[in-house]
């Protein structure tokens, strides 16, 4: 396959592979992985239940520089499983996440799933809470880590957790954030809450203009790898605390939000409250359009 580089304007980032996003995200030929294929650190688990494994069990971790800055990268396969988390998976995010801390790296997380591997429950759990604390402690030490979504998978369960304790979120129309899924919420609260299957509603509830308007997200992009490679430049170069005051900013956003919103039975209703001339447009809109149309999004500046 021929090496992607960051001038290949016309990558799509949701088509793209994990491999792929990473070679368009960094400059180009710096990128050195850890713990690769040829080491086969895959999953103890997974062939118990008969199931397919992989030599990196589905995340590219490593070593880059972007627009000349050193910088970690990670980057989650949403073609194999999902994405989803397992002990091997997490415990290389893991520690990523502590290398950043100790070597005062910013560190940019390529999310692609779909949560926690059902086969590895437990110690998918164990890594999810084991991720996110070794993200608050890099934090705590002055590292960005930065989550750029827009794959596949979207990013569900345990992965929209470790998101939202991130600096900053990066996401495009094609990205989906939530904690559940929509086949959760069908399966748990029945069709007549959620129907998965009207892809207009999943993607007006979950999807990367819906988040951004609310202040789930900090920039949107379009579904360009230069794009996101941009907007991460950007973000790495914006200080950000992670202490007390901070919290407090983002429990008092969050809210503001659902007294707000929480009334609210569809996202057309919230956007336009927040003010938005023609709100049952914005799925059409293009990227232009719509952040013109965005100026009185909810905003996470002083939170997060």
Not at 58 to 67: A, C, F, H, P, Y
Not at 181 to 195: A, C, Q
Not at 252 to 267: I, K
Not at 287 to 298: K, M, Y
């Amino acid at each position: 396959m021929t090496a992607v580089t960051a001038n290949d304007v016309s990558l799509s980032w949701y088509e793209a592979s994990a491999r792929q996003r990473i070679d368009a995200l960094v400059d180009a030929g710096s990128f050195s992985e850890f713990i690769g294929p040829e080491l086969r650190e895959i999953s103890p688990h997974l062939s118990i239940f008969d199931l397919p494994e992989q030599f990196d069990d589905g995340i590219v971790i490593g070593r880059g520089r972007l627009d000349g800055a050193p910088v970690l990268v990670a980057a989650q396969e949403g073609r194999f499983m999902g994405g989803a988390f397992g002990e091997v998976h997490g415990a290389k995010l893991t520690g990523l996440l502590r290398a950043a801390r100790a070597l005062k790296q910013d560190l940019v997380i390529l999310f692609d799933t779909g949560g926690v591997r059902l086969q590895e429950a437990n110690a998918g759990e164990l890594a999810i809470a084991e991720i996110m604390r070794a993200v608050i402690e890099a934090r705590r030490e002055g590292v960005n880590v930065v989550g750029l979504i827009g794959g596949r998978a979207g990013c569900y369960g345990g992965g929209s957790l470790i998101a939202g304790t991130c600096s900053k979120l990066i996401i495009s129309e094609q990205g989906r954030l939530s904690v559940s899924g929509p086949e959760v919420i069908e399966t748990n609260k029945g069709i007549e809450e959620f129907d998965s299957r009207d892809r207009a509603l999943v993607w007006r509830t979950m999807g990367g203009k819906h988040r951004y308007l609310i202040g789930g997200a900090d920039t949107f992009v379009d579904d360009e790898a230069l794009a996101f490679r941009e907007a991460a430049i950007t973000a790495l170069k914006v200080g950000t605390r992670c202490d007390v005051t901070v919290l407090e900013a983002e429990q008092a956003r969050l809210e503001r939000r659902l007294q707000r919103f929480g009334e609210a039975e569809d996202a057309v209703e919230i956007w336009q409250a927040l003010g938005i001339d023609d709100p049952t447009d914005v799925p059409a809109l293009p990227t232009g359009a719509f952040l013109r149309a965005a100026t009185n999004r909810e905003n996470a500046d002083d939170a997060r």
